[in-house]
């Protein structure tokens, strides 16, 4: 048990922590905007690099809450860890909008938008699960969450491997393999992002289990 259960509870990290979320959910919205509405990509890319800052700022303030905090709500090796883990979830996400834009990709796989439903989807729930985050009398309704979300990535990760046996099918000269290999690398960033939900899910059990 932490010293943290003894202590007041200090609610700025968990409204930091809900905003994250919030932010992570917002980025994956803009994200299947982007995927499956694939016109005026520039805006669409800025608008999620414009989330990525917000993403930026709020891991930022946790940190420096942490820094000037004697009252923390659990173990801080845990408040950095899943502040990480957020930062890195909105990040992918970025990157992969980013790298639609920076290679030019004139029509975005199919499956990319499918991998980011599903990333939208683990977001949603962390976006629902993270304000319960504090709430010892929540702890099974937050496990029902990671579970879905660890449900989530397993579709991901079969849509992910469909892109992998037919990604080169047919390709016979090299701007044909260099877009093969652009739009695998895209596909993986936002695998990735799926995977990085999964870890916020896994740290936020940890959190709770260690509080219980």
Avoid: W
Wanted: glycine residues 4%; hydrophobic residues 45%.
């Amino acid at each position: 048990m932490v010293l943290s259960k003894f202590m007041p509870s200090n609610p700025k990290f968990s409204a930091r922590f809900a905003e994250a979320a919030r932010n992570a959910h917002a980025t994956a919205q803009a994200l299947v905007d982007l995927l499956e509405n694939y016109s005026d990509v520039e805006a669409k890319v800025q608008r999620v690099r414009d989330l990525e800052h917000v993403g930026d700022r709020l891991s930022r303030e946790v940190t420096n809450l942490l820094a000037e905090s004697f009252i923390v709500p659990f173990d801080r090796e845990d408040i950095i860890a899943l502040n990480e883990d957020l930062d890195d979830l909105v990040d992918d996400m970025e990157d992969a909008a980013v790298k639609l834009s920076l290679y030019r990709i004139q029509t975005p796989l199919p499956q990319m938008a499918a991998l980011a439903r599903v990333v939208e989807a683990q977001c949603a729930l962390l976006a629902q699960g993270m304000p319960l985050i504090e709430d010892t009398n929540k702890v099974g309704e937050l496990a029902k969450i990671a579970e879905q979300i660890y449900t989530l990535e397993d579709q991901g990760d079969d849509i992910s491997d469909e892109v992998q046996r037919v990604l080169y099918d047919g390709v016979t000269d090299v701007p044909g393999m260099i877009l093969a290999m652009r739009s695998g690398e895209i596909v993986n960033l936002i695998e990735n992002a799926s995977d990085q939900a999964q870890r916020v899910a896994k740290t936020v059990e940890s959190i709770l289990l260690k509080n219980a």
